[in-house]
């Protein structure tokens, strides 16, 4: 049960009561992506319920929203033929929502609930959140795998994340689609401690300068390749010209050797990549392409593992 994903879980379990009883301590480890004020009653439940928030192994957060009470509408008056009518308007077109709690307030909820998902083992952010949201110093040692998708990445998020340390899974980029960057010039630098346990890497080229160094990866994946320049294609020997994250690759497989590489992005950028990483004898002995246009619309798998 643990190698299928939550829909087919959830489809099979509509198929008979059986399955249904097999699958059910599943479905509620598993709290999928869900709408924004959907979620948010989730938070609430996992904050008052200990015992149900223990059950949570796995959770998906699209952006935490404070709740919303709709607008009651006034009282009735037949005083007046205006007001009489819009009284009447009131019962008829929904009345506008209105905030009944802050971000702070949220985020003392969220951290409520963390505390008590003792045995969360995934967490994947889909959006961007409020700092409220990550202004605490909970550690949860049972988290293994924090994916963090594009755009959702924030400095507040990084400086929660570098209290886990029991990471085993990261997937964490430094420049989103909507900014440069979310913390120029550089990610905000992590302690050589920070991810002793980190195996699997997912992250950008300034991503790699930050985190390769500092942990024992294996398996990495790297999204946003650079630009090529026209003497990058065709001048591979000069150690000035080879980019800072190359290099940081091939001194790192001197101490830990990578098993897999995943590129993503255009074929030349990928390519280029190879190329740099065989003239320093670093190439993984499995390598995943991915390729993707400029504009990053789609990808499509080239190459499966290779020798």
């Not at 010039?185 to 302690?191: G, K, N, R």
């Amino acid at each position: 049960m643990s190698y299928i994903s939550y829909s087919d879980i959830n489809a099979l379990a509509q198929t008979s009561k059986r399955l249904c009883q097999v699958a059910s301590p599943r479905l509620h480890s598993v709290i999928p992506l869900l709408a924004s004020q959907k979620i948010r009653k989730y938070i609430q439940r996992l904050a008052d319920d200990p015992q149900r928030a223990t059950q949570t192994l796995e959770i998906h957060l699209p952006q935490l929203l404070p709740r919303e009470e709709r607008l009651k509408p006034s009282p009735w008056r037949f005083d007046s033929v205006s007001g009489f009518l819009t009284t009447s308007l009131e019962r008829v077109v929904p009345l506008p929502f209105f905030p009944v709690e802050t971000y702070l307030d949220l985020g003392h909820t969220f951290k409520d609930a963390i505390q008590n998902m003792t045995r969360l083992r995934t967490l994947t952010v889909h959006s961007r959140q409020r700092g409220e949201i990550w202004d605490n110093n909970i550690v949860m040692p049972s988290l293994r795998e924090l994916f963090v998708y594009p755009d959702a990445e924030s400095p507040y998020l990084w400086h929660w994340t570098m209290r886990q340390h029991n990471l085993i899974t990261l997937r964490n980029c430094w420049h989103g689609g909507h900014i440069s960057s979310w913390w120029s010039p550089f990610p905000p630098a992590c302690d050589s401690t920070a991810f002793p346990n980190l195996q699997t890497l997912i992250t950008d080229p300034a991503g790699v300068v930050e985190l390769l160094p500092k942990s024992a990866v294996s398996d990495l994946a790297i999204h946003g390749l650079p630009h090529l320049y026209p003497f990058q294609l065709i001048n591979l020997h000069p150690a000035d010209d080879i980019p800072q994250y190359l290099h940081k690759i091939g001194r790192s497989n001197k101490r830990t050797p990578l098993r897999r590489i995943t590129l993503s992005g255009p074929l030349d950028r990928s390519c280029y990549v190879l190329q740099v990483l065989q003239f320093l004898d670093s190439l993984p002995p499995h390598v995943r392409l991915f390729s993707a246009p400029e504009d990053g619309q789609s990808e499509q798998a080239l190459v499966s593992p290779s020798t």
